[in-house]
Nanobody
Framework: QVQLVELGGGLVQAGGSLRLSCAAS????????MNWFRQAPGKQRELVGG????????ANSVKGRFTISRDNANAKNTVYLQMDSLKPEDTAVYYC??????????????WGQGTQVTVSS
């Protein structure tokens, strides 16, 4: 089993910054990818961006404003989402999504519990 713990989020004014973190622990061999999604009220969940061993990728709507990084030191297995120049349209529940390699079988995926980000105008 794999556990994901998300921290961060909250209320910020437009133009401000927030940082989210997502820490993974449990039984897995290694991490294939860590991604961030968000879901605004009445909208579908959308991919914000992600990080693999090959690098990072971002949705066009957040490119240049959001930065995803990863901390593997001491098996922390934590991914961060630094959000700058926030806009009211960034308001959503943010979820981390982890894909891991396991000893037996296909890679498995897990969702974090979600954290609310609210940007006021």
């Amino acid at each position: 089993q794999v556990q994901l713990v998300e921290l961060g989020g909250g209320l910020v004014q437009a133009g401000g910054s927030l940082r989210l973190s997502c820490a993974a622990s449990g039984n897995f061999v290694s991490i294939a990818a860590m991604n961030w999604f968000r879901q605004a009220p009445g909208k579908q969940r959308e991919l914000v961006g992600g990080i693999t061993n090959d690098g990072t990728h971002y949705a066009n709507s957040v490119k240049g404003r959001f930065t995803i990084s990863r901390d593997n030191a001491n098996a922390k297995n934590t991914v961060y989402l630094q959000m700058d120049s926030l806009k009211p349209e960034d308001t959503a529940v943010y979820y981390c999504y982890l894909v891991v390699f396991v000893l037996v079988g296909q890679p498995r995926s897990f969702w974090g519990q979600g954290t609310q980000v609210t940007v006021s105008s």
